[in-house]
């Protein structure tokens, strides 16, 4: 009966310390403003990004470098666009005892403004 007992106690701490997850979802017109400016879509664009992070009670160190600052901008570099429209993106959070995952995905419409000319930076 201890045996039993013991068991199950093990099994519903592994439930909670394992299986917990967040997440949340929105939709934005586009990145940059851009009324009135002529466009071109070229494709669209999904892309996933993940980081980990230890995590005990309040205090948490990343343990990956968070992309979420320059999401963007990394976006519009590897695909040479200059902006996204019709963006969609949701994240969430995946606890795994004291390491947690963390996902943000995008997914929009690359497009190139017909009446840009995109700089190109030079490297010294």
Known sequence: ???????????????????CASSSVGIATSNKPI????????????????????DIVLFGVPISQPPV???YEKVLEEESGDALVNIRYWNDKS???????????IK????????????????K
């Open 69 to 71: 600052a320059d999401l």
């Open 35 to 54: 009324p009135n400016t002529p466009y071109e879509t070229i494709k669209t664009v999904d892309k996933t990004f993940t980081w980990y992070a230890f």
């Open 1 to 19: 009966m201890k045996k039993n007992v013991s068991l199950i106690l093990l099994f519903v701490l592994s439930m909670f310390v394992s299986n």
């Open 108 to 123: 929009g419409d690359l497009v190139k403004f017909q009446n840009s000319q995109t700089q190109t930076k030079s490297k």
């Open 95 to 105: 606890i795994f005892g004291p390491i947690t995952r963390y996902r943000f995905n």
